[in-house]
């Protein structure tokens, strides 16, 4: 008897999985970053987004590669050592109806390209920022970057002296509305967290803790799977529902933060923690303080602000993206730049 393939399960955009996938990844086996990449087809593929509309926007480094693993079908600029940021800027001032998914190392943000990540958390650009976070530059073969831990060891021998930078904490203090901090290994929480990231509008800082196994999984490192599996500490468990799926109320009020994102969909923070409240700016980045005091790594939705206006709002722009208008518009006729001129005499 001949047996039929069922047909693939599609998406509310009629779309199978498959089309959300991208090209064969090159990056090391067990990489964290490949992880990364496969959770991001999973949200894109729920989410049912447009891939079209999707701009995915990287620097260099074994992270800024990743763009290429998945979503075949968007667009990708993969520019130069830590300028990814105002690269997106520009491109998302030319067409504020992209969906910017920029991807990042922990080298490309926190090292060569800090400046320009620290102007980007000021804008409020709607964006979604991923770093990758080895503690290392992977790509040129393991140097520590600026997010090392005190006292994380190369596999050389060689001890780190120098304090982290805390790209979530600065994040929160610069003006990022929504930020938060996950684990390539933890499927759950980073699925969820970036669902919520697509249905948010306004900067999103996710920092994803991903083990380079080539360079930075031993003993002494303090981003290795095992240091995550035994410090890795949830504020909260994140629950995302779309708003095109089914609402199922089961939780205890008084031990939910629920907060209702752009799109209408519904970002349901657990608390862990006793007292923690995501729109507390000021107590979120005590917390990260007080955590990397301790040695542990925070994880969960640290804080979220729904009511900023983004940089777009701000502008004041027209509707029409300003690179979709005609040179009739964009272009001052030669009798306007005679009266400019006329004036400047
Ligand atoms: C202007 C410039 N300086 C230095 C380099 C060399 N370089 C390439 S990738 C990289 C670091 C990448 O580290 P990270 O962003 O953490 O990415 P990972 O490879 O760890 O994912 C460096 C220093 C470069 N390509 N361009
Ligand atoms: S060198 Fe490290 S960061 Fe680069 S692909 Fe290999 S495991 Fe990943
Ligand atoms: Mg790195």
Redesign the pocket.
Known sequence: MATTTPAPRVNRIGLPVLEYRGGKSTLCAGCG?NAISERIVDAMFDMGVEQERVIKMS??????KSPAYFMNRSHAFNS???RMPSVTTGALLANHNLQALGV??????A??GVGQFVHTMRRNLNMIYLV?N?G?????KGQF?ATADIGSKLKSGVVNQLPPIDICAMAIQLGATFVGRSFSGDKKQLLSMLKAAIAHKGMVLIDIISP?VTFNDHEGSTKSYKFLQKYNDPINEVDFTANFDDIEVDYDAGQVFDVKLHDGSSLRLRKLLENYDPADKANAVRSLMEAQEKDEVLTGVFYINTQKATLIDQLNLVDEPLATLPESITRPPKSALDSLMENLR
């Not at 620097?59 to 800024?64: D, P």
């Open positions: 970053h620097g260099i480094g074994c992270s800024s130069i050592h830590g990042s190392g922990d080298g490309d943000t090292s060569i990758e080895n290392v530059y992977g790509l040129t970057s380079c």
